[in-house]
């Protein structure tokens, strides 16, 4: 999927209009409901800014946790629009409700750069089937929709595409750079372009590694993914995660990436334990040499060297998913290891995955790496080569228009 011809937020005339945008502020919250972490709420500052700073009225809408019986107060949007407001220094409005009559007051009575926030989207049964009467209803509030939600882009709620029926339809500066950086190193990636794929769930990311295998120079296979491949060579991989219904298939893969000729490596020695511990006893074990009662929990110091190296070799390198269990700290050494041999590589490096980008965060690299994707699921679609709706309903540059400022024209 390409950008090249989908509206951006900067091809837009705002002043004086009303504007309906969707963000990610579903931040996470402790028991007495202070926001444990606003770094999804800084994200959308540069596209709020923007909007406010361009003289539109902004509303602004996103989803908060998974309320499953209507309005209730442990999900409000509170929190998040006290927290906007401290972070960009000026009021923002809490409409009381999402399409109720609070909030279609405060929309109407909104004034040019001023900003308010619906109630949590969810609170409505209707966003997540895409109830075409809801989402009318939310976009009868505005006049133009800014999509900025990358971490919902691969869902098609009415908050993030029906929406788009009814209102000419733009993205906001977050998704922008989403699609550019990953769109480019997908489309005509700089190379040699590797790619690294661990976590924890083969099945999850199958349909990325057969999507990966036309792309990239080499795919780095590890993590708690690897074992069902070593094991599909004929290893023994002892107790390790592993999927042997998808056996068949990861051989496929194997002679793929030989037809190819992509470059595929997998672990060469492992860190592995009895049980599934933070303090198991662990030892290090060659791939072909996992003893039975034990499992790989990490990558050993053969496999980070190897990895390393391909590593700097590469000009784009793509990472989603950690080598090893980095949430104990025995088994955190090889995700620390890749994570720094992204940082000091001089190539464009792009994290995907909510625990690898956590990885990255809790190692202190995150400034080093070019772009740290704000999606888990979305980027994972992005990268399987699927169409997310909350783009494909973005709506199509003009041709034939040579106004690079007009929503009127779309
Ligand atoms: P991401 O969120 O980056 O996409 P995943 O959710 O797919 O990554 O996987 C992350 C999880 O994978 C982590 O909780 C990590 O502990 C686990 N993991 C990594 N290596 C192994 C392994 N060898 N065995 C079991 N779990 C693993
Ligand atoms: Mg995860």
Not at 26 to 48: F, H, Q, Y
Not at 57 to 66: A, E, N, P
Not at 250 to 261: D, G, I, P, S, Y
Request: proline content about 5%; aromatic content about 6%.
């Amino acid at each position: 999927m390409s950008m090249k011809n989908k509206m951006a937020i900067s091809d837009i005339y705002f002043a004086g209009r009303r504007v309906i945008a969707r963000v990610d502020f579903n931040v996470p919250l402790d028991k007495d409901g202070n926001i444990t972490d606003d770094s999804r709420i800084v994200g959308a500052l540069p596209t709020i800014r923007y909007l406010a700073e361009n003289d539109a009225k902004v509303i602004l809408v996103s989803h908060l946790g998974r309320p499953k019986n209507g309005p209730e107060a442990k999900f409000s949007m509170k929190p998040a629009a006290v927290r906007l407001a401290q972070l960009l220094g000026r009021p923002v409005l809490l409409a009381a409700d999402v399409i109720g009559p609070d909030a279609k007051a405060k929309a109407a009575a909104l004034k040019n750069g001023e900003i308010m926030m619906l109630e949590n989207v969810r609170f409505h049964k209707e966003e997540e089937m895409n109830d075409p009467a809801f989402a009318k209803e939310l976009a009868s509030m505005a006049e133009l929709f800014v999509n900025d939600a990358f971490g919902t882009a691969h869902r098609a709620h009415a908050s993030t595409a029906g929406i788009a029926d009814y209102l000419p339809a733009v993205c906001g500066f977050l998704i922008q750079k989403e699609l550019e950086i990953m769109g480019k190193a997908l489309d005509n990636p700089e190379r040699p372009f590797v790619a690294i794929l661990g976590g924890a769930k083969v099945s999850d990311k199958i349909s990325v590694i057969e999507s990966l295998l036309d792309k990239v120079d080499t795919l780095i296979i590890c993590g708690g993914m690897a074992y069902t491949f070593l094991k599909a060579q004929g290893n023994g991989v002892g107790k390790s995660l592993c999927e042997l219904d998808k056996l068949d298939l990861a051989n496929e893969l194997l002679a793929k990436a030989v037809a190819k000729k992509v470059n595929l490596l997998l672990p060469l020695d492992n860190v592995v334990a009895k049980e599934f511990k933070a303090d198991a006893e662990s030892f290090t074990v060659p791939s072909d040499a996992i003893p039975d009662d034990c499992m790989g929990l990490d990558i050993g110091p053969k496999t980070i060297e190897l990895f390393s190296e391909a590593i700097k070799g590469a000009k784009t390198v793509i990472w989603n998913g950690p080598p090893g269990v980095f949430e104990f700290e025995r088994f955190a050494n090889g995700t620390h290891k890749i994570a720094e041999a992204l940082a000091n590589s001089g190539a464009i490096t792009i994290v995907g995955g909510g625990d690898s980008a956590a990885a990255v965060e809790q190692f202190g690299f995150a400034d080093k790496i070019t772009h740290i994707s704000t999606g888990g699921g979305a980027s994972l679609e992005f990268l399987e080569g699927k169409e997310l709706p909350g783009i494909s309903c973005l709506t199509d540059m003009p041709s034939g228009c040579d106004c690079s400022n007009c929503a009127g024209c779309h």
